[in-house]
């Protein structure tokens, strides 16, 4: 078992290093028809939706079990408003941030707070009783 488990992090590692080869390949592209066009919205968009991407595929790594477990403070907390802020900033400029980063952030918790770790939330609920 613990072979195959580090075989896992092997293939994830490859997989990590073929979405950044795409996403380099992809954001060259996107940048190329932003010049063409003039037109930033849509492509900044794509962008954002590459790291929202990126940070899905992170989260794989702290997912143990895949079984629907709901951790609703995490989606409310911090998925939701940095989701909101994502659109936000993406219409209206708000902020100077790097919001590469806060996409990243939106993808991990989102799987997080969906298929979140058992023992962690059965811990919590253990405290609370």
């Known amino acids: ?13 490859i997989g990590f290093v073929a979405i950044l080869i795409i996403t380099n390949k992809l954001q060259i592209f996107l940048s190329n ?6 037109e930033i919205q849509p492509y900044a968009s794509m962008e954002l939706l590459i790291y929202f991407i990126i940070g899905i595929y992170i989260s794989l ?4 079990y ?5 951790n609703i403070h995490l989606l409310l907390f911090v998925f939701l408003p940095s989701i909101l802020f ?3 900033e993406n219409f209206i400029y ?14 991990l918790t989102l799987f ?9 939330v059965s811990t919590q609920n253990n405290k609370l009783n």
């Open 66 to 70: 895949w079984k629907l477990n709901i």
């Open 33 to 38: 028809k932003r010049a063409q066009t003039y």
């Open 1 to 13: 078992m613990k072979k195959f488990k580090n075989f896992i992090y092997i293939f994830w590692t």
């Open 112 to 120: 997080q707070g969906i298929f979140g770790n058992p023992s962690i």
């Open 61 to 64: 790594l702290f997912i143990r």
């Open 94 to 107: 708000i902020l100077n941030v790097n919001i590469n980063i806060v996409a990243i952030v939106s993808g």
């Open 86 to 88: 994502i659109i936000m």
